[in-house]
């Protein structure tokens, strides 16, 4: 079973950038469909990104990458606004079942990192 660890968040102005890592343990991540997610205070979870896949509210500014040697998944996130602020969270699930955007197909969390974007 995978184990995965965010790192990355931090606080920053409206227009800065933020690169966060999920690094993955006990498993490979190239076995597994994984994606960032994002919760912000009194709302919903919601996807990010995937690597075939991203949010409308985050296309040309974020970035996903996957680097299977070292087992771990990025996020660039550029031009960052208020609305982004959030816990992140990165998500998995065996490449063989269904992915996406939807935090109901995913099996595997981290415990999240905070980003802060101030104006």
């Known amino acids: 079973q995978v184990q995965l660890v965010e790192s990355g968040g931090g606080s920053v102005q409206s227009g800065g950038s933020l690169r966060l890592s999920c690094t993955a343990s006990?498993?490979?991540?190239?076995?597994?469909?994984v994606g960032w997610f994002r919760q912000a205070p009194g709302k919903e979870r919601e996807g990010v990104a995937t690597?075939?896949t991203y949010a409308d509210s985050v296309k040309g500014r974020f970035t996903i990458s996957q680097d299977n040697a070292k087992n771990t998944l990025y996020l660039q996130m550029n031009g960052l606004k208020p609305e982004d602020t959030a816990m992140y969270y990165c998500?998995?699930?065996?490449?063989?079942?269904?992915?996406?955007?939807?935090?109901?197909?995913?099996?595997?969390w981290g415990q999240g990192t905070q980003v802060t974007v101030s104006s």
């Open positions: 690597i075939t």
């Open positions: 006990g498993s490979t991540i190239s076995n597994y469909c």
């Open positions: 998500a998995a699930v065996p490449f063989y079942m269904p992915c996406g955007l939807s935090k109901n197909n995913y099996l595997h």
